[in-house]
């Protein structure tokens, strides 16, 4: 049981950090990224790709993150520009919609130059045991990531002068507006920082299982199960949502078996909005 | 305003005498498409896997049609059309299998993808009138479904799939026979489609897709109505999906699949015209075509689903027939204008 809800920590802080890329965009603009574990699996087939092509991993990491960035300031540049022009509900719909394209897109791109690539990284090392459980190195490590990342956004977003702007436009972009803060910028730099977080995820991720090219519609919904349980644009309600449901499904899967676990995060999702349409920790009006 | 009363009326019917015009009106447009779509097995009959893509085109024309309903009355992005498509599919295809008739099992299929499709509208409608839950639990459900088929093999067959054998020897085999039950399933919904909108619910739909809050504010439930788009566009799409089922006499995991069904019917709806009767019809012939001609490209065909989903709603977002609708009246309106500036 120990091992299992482990386990389900290991998940579920990936699932987190998941979440946290989805949610903070949506929260700045409104736009709810339906490509984003595609752009997890971008990120993670061009380091696969580098390390085929036997560079070490410390090249092919940053090259590809840096690599997945770009790919999100391009599409915040260019796509999201008419988005952002709009107000209200045809703004959530339209950008909701482009995305959904964008995820097509690199999904068919892939699937059709490189069927059969994946990416897993594999970390020599013994078993740690964690209370008295021998968990594998690779899902620590993985872990550690997601922790650090966490972490470095939580201080990003309490104590730097850019992330207290980014919080304030997300409260209220008129307000920050006059505030002298220009929402474009801020919304720009944090689609590419979401954009790295997601390639950051199918890092953390592969040193568990592998990255498949065909997985990125999954990993989406993941993210957006995550966010929305979490509450949309609260970034450590993304992480206390993923944690939460990271367990339940591995505790699910291991009681009932694998098929049930997606349900069951569908099922949490349905009664969050029921329930607690702002999320466990939300504070939209 | 008008009065609560008269809302109940059909569109255009302003006296009595003007029932039978508008009536004609209203249905004619369906009736031509019928008759023409019905000539298509003449050209084709003899490649039968000509036939078999035509016959997918229709179902596709099907799905869109219901889909409108949902997405285009009341505005509710329903990410999960393969999947109701599925459920109504897979049980209609188990239940056969265990003895029932497929004519009992077809509507039973419906009916469940109409009970899920209303339970997933309320779920997303009950609080907010936001689009974006409605966006997330679809999706989500999508997955869901999808780890269904593939976990519980005993009633699915996993990826292997299911055979379905309560199709064979009837109407649903060969080519010609089932292309004009499929022709038949198009032009019922699409007559289903137009009394809805002539109907109260029409009314009520319009309202709230024109402007949420006024229709809620004028006494029009916008929550109730939404469920009520999302009941009937489900069942739909359920019972399009069972008889796919019962036709191919094969599903699997692929058959209702996210990629391969809701991407298609959203860029066939939107390209033809979200909002319009015809509108799916169109699209479907087109990207059927489309993908006729695409046939050696496999996945480079998804890749233009995508661009041609950014292409339609950042450029094209109201379709081509309300274009050419637009583009018509304005037509009208022209000489009109000119005879009555030549009366002052």
Not at chain 1, 137 to 163: D, N
Not at chain 1, 199 to 216: H, Q, S
């Amino acid at each position: 049981m120990t091992a299992v809800v482990l386990d389900g920590i290991v998940l579920g802080l990936q699932l987190g950090l998941l979440g946290v890329g989805l949610t903070l965009v949506y929260g700045l603009g409104g736009v709810l990224n339906l490509a984003h574990g595609q752009f997890a699996v971008l990120g993670a087939i061009v380091i696969a790709r580098m390390l085929d092509a036997s560079f070490s991993l410390w090249v092919a990491i940053p090259v590809g993150l840096v690599c997945i960035g770009l790919v999100g300031l391009l599409i915040d540049l260019t796509l999201m520009r008419p988005v952002y022009k709009l107000r209200g509900e045809e703004r959530v719909l339209l950008g909701l919609l482009l995305m959904l394209g964008v995820g097509t897109i690199i999904d068919g791109l892939l699937e059709w130059r490189y069927p059969i690539e994946a990416l897993s990284i594999r970390i020599s090392g013994d078993p740690v045991p964690i209370l008295g459980v021998s968990m594998r190195i690779g899902g620590l490590v993985g872990s550690g990531i997601a922790l650090v990342a966490g972490a470095a956004l939580f201080v990003f977003f309490r104590f730097s002068t850019f992330g207290r702007a980014t919080r304030s436009v997300i409260q209220d972009e008129e307000g920050a507006r006059l505030c002298g803060i220009n929402p474009a910028t801020v919304r720009t730099t944090i689609f590419a920082l979401s954009a790295v977080l997601a390639g950051l995820v199918a890092i953390a991720r592969a040193m568990t299982a592998p990255i498949v090219v065909t997985g990125g519609v999954r990993l989406t919904i993941l993210a957006l199960i995550v966010a929305v349980v979490g509450g949309l644009g609260s970034v450590s309600g993304a992480f206390l949502a993923g944690i939460l449901l990271g367990v339940v499904s591995t505790v699910s899967a291991f009681y009932i078996g694998s098929y049930i676990t997606s349900i069951i995060l569908l099922a949490t999702a349905a009664i969050t909005i029921v329930f607690r349409p702002s999320g466990l920790l939300g504070h939209r009006p | 305003m008008t009065a609560p009363g008269q809302t109940s009326r059909p569109v255009g019917a302003r006296s009595p005498s003007w029932q039978a015009p508008s009536l004609l009106r209203g249905y004619a447009p369906i009736g031509a498409v019928a008759l023409l779509l019905a000539l298509v097995p003449i050209f084709f009959q003899n490649s039968p896997s000509r036939m078999t893509v035509i016959i997918v085109g229709m179902l596709f024309a099907a799905y869109a049609i219901s889909f409108n309903i949902i997405f285009g009355s009341t505005g509710q992005l329903f990410l999960c059309t393969g999947a109701l498509a599925g459920i109504g599919g897979f049980s209609s295809a188990i239940l056969s299998e265990r003895g029932v008739p497929m004519l009992v099992s077809i509507p039973l299929g419906g009916l469940l993808a109409a009970l899920v499709g209303g339970l997933l509208s309320w779920v997303a409608v009950r609080r907010s009138l936001d689009t974006i839950f409605t966006g997330v639990v679809t999706l989500a459900f999508s997955l869901s479904y999808d780890n269904l088929v593939l976990g519980r093999k005993d009633l699915t067959g996993g990826e292997t799939g299911l055979r379905v054998g309560a199709g064979s020897d009837t109407i649903l085999t060969d080519q010609v026979k089932p292309y004009y039950v499929f022709l038949a399933l198009v032009v019922a919904y699409l007559v289903l489609y137009r009394a809805i909108q002539r109907s109260h619910l029409g009314w009520a739909f319009r309202a709230l897709r024109d402007d949420e809050v006024a229709a809620e504010l004028a006494g029009v439930n916008v929550a109730r109505y939404r469920v009520y788009a999302g009941l009937i566009g489900s069942g739909m799409l359920g019972i399009a999906g069972a008889l796919f089922a019962h036709h191919r006499g094969f599903i699997g995991p692929t058959t209702y699949a996210f990629g391969d069904v809701d991407v298609r019917v959203l860029v066939m709806l939107t390209f033809g015209g979200v909002g319009s009767l015809l509108g799916p019809v169109l699209g479907a012939i087109v990207f059927t075509i489309l993908d006729e001609i695409l046939v050696g490209f496999n996945q480079l065909r998804i890749v233009l689903y995508g661009v041609t989903i950014v292409a339609l709603f950042l450029g094209f977002r109201r379709g081509v027939i309300p274009t050419l609708e637009t583009a018509r009246s304005k037509k009208r309106r022209t000489p009109a204008a000119s005879t009555k500036s030549a009366e002052d």
